[in-house]
């Protein structure tokens, strides 16, 4: 009896869930609840980091950070406004990851220099992130016509961009170099 071989792209092919976006609108929406749920997330997230950083320029770069997070969030419930929708959330895995790691960082490092240089190196993972995200979105709400989405998406990716060239010049004015 011959047993049809499978090939090797049967077993790494993902097998859609039944509620999986279908066109480039639903992964643009999808997006957005991600973003939106990591934005929320980080809200909730950055006081425990100003709290744990102890140099000054760094927590005070963490409370700019937490007041223009809170302009995110009522920024994207614009975007959701701008194309018709209401806005929800829906877990991000990767920022809640982002966020997880962040956490173990501090448990995992004494107060002070060290410790610094671990949330400024945990702030720009999460800065990345979001930079690549609503970049994505940007350019799938240019693709799909939506005007307003994109320029409210672009006002963020320009402040996260500032945020993260912000964190590289703290850890370049020998933050980092007093964690030796």
């Given at each position: 009896?011959?047993?049809?071989?499978?090939?090797?792209?049967?077993e790494?092919?993902?097998?859609a869930?039944?509620?999986?976006?279908?066109?480039?609108?639903?992964?643009?929406?999808?997006?957005?609840k991600?973003?939106?749920?990591?934005?929320?997330?980080?809200v909730?997230?950055?006081?425990?980091?100003e709290?744990?950083?102890?140099?000054?320029?760094?927590?005070?770069?963490?409370q700019?950070?937490?007041?223009?997070?809170?302009?995110?969030?009522?920024?994207l419930?614009?975007?959701?406004?701008s194309i018709?929708?209401?806005?929800?959330?829906?877990?991000?895995?990767?920022?809640?990851?982002?966020?997880?790691?962040?956490e173990?960082?501090?448990?995992?490092?004494?107060?002070?220099p060290?410790?610094?240089a671990g949330?400024?190196?945990?702030?720009?993972?999460?800065?990345?992130y979001?930079i690549?995200?609503y970049?994505?979105?940007a350019?799938?709400?240019?693709?799909l016509?939506?005007?307003?989405?994109?320029?409210?998406?672009?006002?963020?990716?320009?402040?996260?961009?500032?945020?993260?060239?912000?964190?590289?010049?703290?850890?370049?004015?020998n933050?980092n170099?007093?964690?030796?």
């Amino acid at each position: 009896m011959a047993t049809t071989k499978k090939s090797p792209t049967d077993e790494t092919k993902v097998k859609a869930k039944a509620d999986a976006a279908k066109d480039l609108q639903g992964l643009f929406e999808d997006g957005l609840k991600d973003i939106y749920w990591a934005e929320k997330a980080l809200v909730k997230a950055l006081p425990k980091m100003e709290k744990n950083a102890t140099a000054k320029e760094l927590k005070s770069a963490v409370q700019s950070h937490l007041e223009e997070t809170k302009e995110h969030v009522s920024r994207l419930e614009e975007v959701f406004k701008s194309i018709g929708k209401k806005a929800s959330a829906e877990k991000c895995d990767a920022m809640a990851g982002l966020l997880e790691e962040s956490e173990g960082i501090m448990k995992e490092t004494e107060v002070g220099p060290v410790r610094d240089a671990g949330i400024i190196a945990s702030s720009q993972k999460v800065e990345h992130y979001e930079i690549a995200t609503y970049g994505t979105l940007a350019a799938f709400a240019k693709v799909l016509g939506h005007k307003e989405a994109v320029k409210l998406l672009l006002a963020t990716l320009k402040e996260e961009k500032a945020c993260d060239k912000n964190l590289t010049a703290l850890a370049d004015t020998n933050l980092n170099s007093k964690a030796d």
